[in-house]
Structures are given as structure tokens and as C-alpha cells.
């Protein structure tokens, strides 16, 4: 069963939401997931963007009362 | 009460000089005791690398005796924690000390780790420590022109640190008359030039202005140190004459042999400042996992913080106020003017236009470092 490791970045101005992500991420396993919470809702575009550029798996993206949860697989 | 702090950088400096004048009376009645481990006798003013790198500050004004800038209420030893045995409230040390605490602080800090790329250590400049600086500096002096790459990893120590590199090697390469030599290329992870929107906004204009090139979501995969190629995670590729790196970080060793949390960082309320669980432990500068720059700054308001509140739970029996993430920090702009960026948990930053003057102040607060290492600035 993967880890689902919670990345909370709500409210982070610098190193942002991506930023945190790509940092998280180099510590997590292959087959972990991962859920980053973010409060800015270029999040929305950007990480998605930039999860399949990398090729990770996007898992989820959606808004719950002003929070951004999106999931990912890492894959490599 | 024995409150105990766990390293002796900049955090567990100001956080101890704070604590050792609040609590100056319960000290010297005997009804607190005060003490720091850390791994070095020295301190070192860490953001001094970046302008020895370009020859404009020398390794002995980086350092200070750490006993020289601490209060005398705090019993400060050269012993480095081998073990975090916090069920039992203890450390165990090096030494082979044990140090019991009722309050315990971990300031350890962070690391550059360029090994954790493949080939970057081999390939690339960087200023992160004394003697990597130090490389850098004859590199650069040897340079003649081509193409300077700036690399940066994720993540880094001092947020503005690949901004300021890349506008003071303009600078310095101008001042050498090679400028028309030298193709500046710079990378960054995200889909910016800086993680801070503001500045990112203020900031491309100013490369496209100088004459640097730039290129986003670029994180670095591998370097081909013989080949000269910098590969990237997202597919990219860019050949380079000279790579300057920004490596990424992790914790300090102890932290992860410990299992104190992923990558070295454990887990940390943003506001109360303790250790998730840990109700008597508080984590404070680049150990955290908050998501908040690791910058000398960001330690500096949190140190203030808690000395707040721990003298608060000493004199009154809980703390006084929650921390609200406040960080300044400079961003040298070249050779001869900057500006700076201000924020916290709920604002954003408002870059101002560089100036000349606040330049200087940096300047000044070079050398005004070791008055804010003891608590009085």
C-alpha cells in the first residue's frame, strides 16, 4: 500500500506550493503519493503542468472551500 | 526548568542571547538553566559566502568564537547530539554526555547536498561553504568567457541567493570589460524566474534588460562533467562552459539518523513552532518542514518568537503569542544596489525598485551581523 504524504503549503509566498512539491519529493519513494494543499490557485495550472512535463501520474486536482488538494503518483 | 537548545547558528544564538536576558533573574536564582550544544566553537556569517565568491569579502571576517557572542547565563559546549531520545526528554552527545531537558529547542540547521545530483559536484561551482567559495573565486578569475550556467536545486538555502548571483556576475564580468564574452544563462525550477511571484514580475524584465537568458521548469536531473551538458528532469539539456550551482539541501545527518523526519526537515507547526507531537519541543530556522524560505531572516523572527514565548511559559506558564512567519530579506541587484523582500504567513511581498541605499544598508548589515547574533539588533 503507497504512502500518501501530505505536503501543506497553504499560505507559503516563497518557496511556493511547486517548489515544496518538487522538495517533498525527492525524499519520497517510487509509488508514494503525494497531496500538496495550496491556497494559491495558480497551483491549479502550474503543478499539473508541471506533473506531466516530469511524467509523474496526476491523480487528483480539485477545490475544497478555497484549497487546492492535488494528488500525484510518483513514478520515477 | 532546563531549557536546552540543540545548535548554534544563527537560530540557537539569537534564540539563546534572547532567553539568557529574559530570563536573566530565574538564572541566577538557580531556577533555570540554559544550555547549548553545538557541533563547532565557530559561527559563521553564512551569507558572506556569496560575496567571497566574487572576492569581495575574505574567510576571516565569516567568523566569530561562538562563546564570544553568547550571554554569560548560558552554558555553552562543543559536543555534538548523537541522540534524540525524546520520550525520555534527553540527548545523548557525542562526548558522551547526557543532557536531560524539560524544554527542548532543535536548530541544527541544513546542508548543501550536491551529491545528490550525479555529476554536480564534479562539474559545477558553487558558494556554499567556505571552501567551495573559495573554488569559485579562482575559477571565476580564470574565466575568460563563454557560457555561465546557473543551476538551482530544490531545496536551497536562501531563496534570493540564484537572483544575486546572476545579477553580481553580470556585474562582475562588466567590471572585467568580458560582459560582450559571456552568454549568462539562467535556469529555475518552477514555472518562473523566482518562486515569489512579485519578484519574478520585477525580475525578467531586468534580465531581458541585461542581456540574460533564462529558462524555467528546469530541474536538474544530471551533469555530464566531461561532456559539459546540464540535463534536466523535465527533458532539457544545455551545454555550459562554467556551471554555478545553487545544490540542493537536506537536514543535518542526526535528524535523519534519528528519524526525525523525511530529508533531514521534521515535521513543525508554522505557528506554535513545536515538533508535530512534541508538545516541549520546538524546531526552529532550516530544520523545519514549514513551508517558509530557509534564510538567516526567517530563523531570526521565529528565534524572536520563541524566546517571547518560552519566557512566557517560565514566568506566566504558556506561551504569549503564535508566530505569524515574518521574513525580510535582501536581494542584491549587482555590484552596487538592491532592494529586498518582505512577507509573512498572510501578506505577500512588495518589491520596491533597487536602490543604491539599500545596498549599503546590506552592506552594513554584513558587518552589523554579529550585534543581531547577540540579540541586540
Known amino acids: 500500500m503507497a504512502e500518501r504524504i501530505v505536503v501543506d503549503a497553504r499560505g507559503s509566498f516563497c518557496p511556493g506550493p511547486l517548489m515544496e512539491l518538487i522538495a517533498r519529493l525527492k525524499f519520497a519513494s517510487v509509488g508514494d503519493e503525494v497531496e500538496v494543499l495550496s491556497t494559491d490557485k495558480g497551483s491549479a495550472a502550474d503543478i499539473p503542468e508541471w506533473v506531466k512535463k516530469v511524467g509523474h501520474e496526476l491523480l487528483e486536482a480539485r477545490e475544497d472551500a478555497g484549497v487546492w488538494h492535488i494528488a500525484l503518483k510518483k513514478l520515477k | ?377
Open chain 2, 1 to 377: 526548568m532546563r531549557i536546552l537548545i540543540v545548535g548554534g547558528g544563527m537560530g540557537g544564538t539569537i534564540l539563546g542571547n534572547n532567553l539568557a536576558r529574559r530570563l536573566a533573574p530565574e538564572i541566577r536564582a538557580g531556577k533555570v538553566k540554559l544550555g547549548m550544544l553545538s557541533a563547532s566553537d565557530k559561527h559563521m556569517y553564512q551569507p558572506g559566502l556569496l560575496y567571497m565568491a566574487l572576492g569581495r569579502m575574505t574567510p576571516d571576517e565569516l567568523y566569530r568564537d561562538q562563546a564570544s557572542l553568547l550571554e554569560p547565563g548560558i552554558d555553552f559546549q562543543v559536543d555534538p547530539v548523537e541522540a534524540f531520545e525524546l520520550d525520555k526528554n534527553q540527548v545523548k552527545t557525542k562526548g558522551g554526555k547526557t543532557h536531560a531537558y524539560d524544554i527542548l529547542v532543535i536548530a541544527t540547521g541544513s546542508r548543501p547536498v550536491p551529491e545528490m545530483i550525479p555529476g554536480l559536484a564534479e562539474g559545477a561551482e558553487t558558494f556554499y561553504t567556505e571552501q567551495t567559495a573559495l573554488k569559485m573565486f579562482k575559477r571565476l578569475q580564470s574565466f575568460q568567457g563563454g557560457k555561465v550556467v546557473v543551476a538551482v536545486g530544490v531545496p536551497h538555502k536562501c531563496p534570493m541567493a540564484p537572483l544575486e548571483i546572476t545579477f553580481m556576475l553580470h556585474d562582475y564580468f562588466k567590471d572585467r570589460g568580458i560582459r560582450d564574452k559571456v552568454q549568462l544563462h539562467y535556469t529555475y525550477p518552477i514555472g518562473r524566474v523566482h518562486s515569489l511571484e512579485p519578484v519574478a514580475k520585477w525580475a525578467q524584465p531586468e534580465f531581458d534588460r541585461l542581456g540574460i537568458t533564462y529558462e524555467t521548469l528546469f530541474n536538474v536531473k544530471e551533469v555530464d562533467a566531461k561532456g559539459q551538458v546540464l540535463k534536466s528532469e523535465e527533458g532539457g539539456a544545455v551545454k555550459y562552459d562554467l556551471l554555478v550551482s545553487i545544490p540542493a539541501h537536506k537536514g543535518m545527518e542526526v535528524i535523519e539518523k534519528n528519524k526525525l523526519g523525511a530529508g533531514g526537515f521534521i515535521p513543525t507547526d508554522k505557528t506554535k513552532l513545536t515538533m508535530e507531537g512534541r508538545p516541549n519541543v520546538y524546531v526552529i530556522g532550516d530544520t523545519t518542514n514549514i513551508p517558509i524560505s530557509k534564510a538567516g531572516s526567517t530563523v531570526h523572527y521565529q528565534a524572536e518568537t520563541l524566546g517571547e514565548n518560552i519566557a512566557a511559559i517560565v514566568k506566566l506558564g504558556a506561551p504569549v503569542r503564535e508566530h505569524d512567519g515574518k521574513v525580510f530579506c535582501f536581494i542584491e541587484t549587482g555590484k552596487d544596489r538592491a532592494t529586498y523582500a518582505m512577507f509573512n504567513y498572510t501578506t505577500p511581498p512588495d518589491p520596491k525598485p533597487p536602490t543604491k541605499a539599500v545596498h549599503w544598508f546590506k552592506m552594513a548589515y554584513n558587518k552589523l551581523y554579529w550585534t543581531s547574533a547577540r540579540g541586540l539588533l
